[in-house]
């Protein structure tokens, strides 16, 4: 089911947690909210949720306005960072804990909701563990355990606070790959909260770029990686690398090299800061006139990419490149080798006013 | 002992030294606990019997030490569980929600614990005393407060006011909010959140608290002393029985009775010992 967030707002106290965001996420879709901490992305999951009331606006949930229902009539399915689990219950117990609440009259049989709770065990592939206590399993189990506690009320919609945080990285990788594939299988409307870019890129159909209580970017993973809105996207996805450069009617100079910035048409002489992947850097080792000298500090094989580090000899700035790494080898340098970069591709974002405008 | 003590690996001690510093140390300790604990403790039941043990059976089946008795069970019977609820529902509130006044309310539980008993006892005196705020009203309407049972039951609850929900506060703020909100995301009602996920989170930190506030209920002197008036077979708690009896030159009798509250409190220890093992 569709959840539409409409100019919400919250405040604690002075801090100003959601700023006037809007969100619409499609019946079906896996989304996450991407930010650094304090971003107010966790805010913005729990009042979905209704575990926090917002100040303005509202939230739609299958065109419903769910804005002031109770957080128990809302049919949510929630996955806490630390899982939350019920000390006390077994995992069956824990399973089962969201149909035996149930008011009598809607409550399962006790074998319909044994049936419910095996089912779902055997789907997060933990069927085994049902006597069990919370305390005897592992990070990654409980977080499963903690899925198809969530999964059995058949929520309408699945939200998922920091799902990965907890676990390690080999785990993490795991289970990330496991909710993908779990969620082509259900097809259940989700929402995930993370830090992590590449967590984000990996899993979601759609990425949401939080900061500051405000909506920065919202699409598709590799759209936004490629297409940044603002340069707190560049930054936050992925390693950059910032160059000065001068922009003029859509044309950019970038270390004597002419780049198209199609997005500054308009603007008719203004300094631009030139936001470049790693890999949208070349190496060369003859000197060019306008390229960026560059001393290699160190080089790291990743299989079938090198990663250089260097700094620059004019500013001391560091710089971070990948080339294929036969082009590496072709390359024939090493740490203290002197080399002449040049960006083959960049976004620019105005320093300055631009004087276009300004007059 | 003085093995357990010995210094820790990496000071070098010739092998057949006498570690003095342990040495004294464990003998200050024990001579600490002898004087002002085990020797009071062997004393209460050595006066209790010297004079045999048909003394000290008639001592405790006087019928004043009975009605004593009874009179002590029936303020902790009502205590207990009325500062079991309050603390239960105080901590609840104080732990898991956020309201104004949280701090007041916080300072107010531990007010029985800052104010001196004495004192607890004498603000029932002005307020339901015959020359208190209420005197008046209670004395034309026959009923009885100060110098009587509901007196004594009020005092009593004053005093141990604060056991359970000093004991529950901490462990539930430690344990979060996250099961909760976790159960009320799945359906949980407040009455099914209260039994089904808080309630058996600190059932062994709540038997804790509701074994101290017992023991404080059943041994409370100074409040209860105040309101009480002393009236025999009526008014007296085991602990005024036992102060009566000692300021007539009883004293086998007087240490009859306080035995049984020794034993009550090492019933008390026991159960505690107990009880702190299972806690987390």
Known sequence: MSIQVQNVSKRFGTFEALNDVCVDIAAGELVALLGPSGSGKTTLLRVIAGLEAPDAGRVLVDGEDTTHKRVQDRNVGFVFQHYALFRHMTIFENVAFG?????????????????????????VQLDWLAQRYPHQLSG????????????????????????????????????RRWLRRLHDEIQLTSVFVTHDQE?????????????????EQAGEPGYVYDNPASPFVYEFLGNVNLFEGRISRGMAQVSGRKLAAPEHLEVEDALATAYVRPHDIDVAVQSSAHAVAATVDHAVTLGSVVRLELSRRDTGDVVEVEIPRDRYEGLKIAHGNVVWLTPRRARFFLKETPTAIAS | MAAVLAPPLGISSPARRIAWVPVILVALALAYLTLFLFVPLFAVFFEALRKGWAAYGRAITD?????????????????????????VAAAWAIAKFDFHGKSVLTTLIDLPFSVSPVVSGLIYVLI???????????????????FAVPGIVLAT????????????????????????????????????????????????GLLYGVILCNARAMGEFGAVSV?????????????????????????????????????LALVTLAAKAWVERKLP
């Open chain 1, 99 to 123: 149909l035996r609440v149930r008011p009598r009259a809607l409550r399962p049989s006790k074998e319909a909701i044994a049936d419910k709770v095996h089912s779902l065990l055997k789907l």
């Open chain 2, 157 to 204: 609850m004053f005093v141990t006011f604060p056991f359970v929900a000093r004991e529950l506060i901490p462990l539930m703020q430690a344990q979060g909010r996250e099961e909760e909100e976790a159960a009320v995301l799945l359906g949980a009602n407040a009455w099914q959140l209260l039994w089904r996920v808080t309630l058996p989170n600190v059932k062994w």
């Open chain 2, 63 to 87: 019928p004043d030490a009975w009605s004593a008795m009874r009179l002590t069970l029936l303020a902790a019977l009502i205590a207990v569980p009325a500062n079991l609820v309050f603390g």
């Open chain 2, 128 to 146: 339901f005393g015959l020359q208190g705020w209420f005197g008046p009203w209670l004395a034309d309407h026959d009923l009885k407060v100060i």
């Open chain 1, 140 to 175: 990654g189990q409980r977080q499963r355990i903690a899925l198809a506690r969530a999964l059995a009320i058949e929520p309408k919609v699945l939200l998922l606070d920091e799902p990965f945080g907890a676990l390690d990285a080999k785990v993490r990788r795991e289970l």
């Open chain 1, 199 to 215: 967590e984000a890129l990996e899993v979601s159909d759609r990425v949401v770029v939080v900061n500051r209580g405000k909506i």
């Open chain 2, 227 to 263: 309101v009480s008036g002393h009236v025999r077979g009526l008014t007296n708690t085991l602990p005024l029985h036992i102060e009566i009896l000692y300021n007539e030159y009883q004293f086998a009798a007087a240490f009859a009775c306080a035995s049984l509250l020794a034993l």
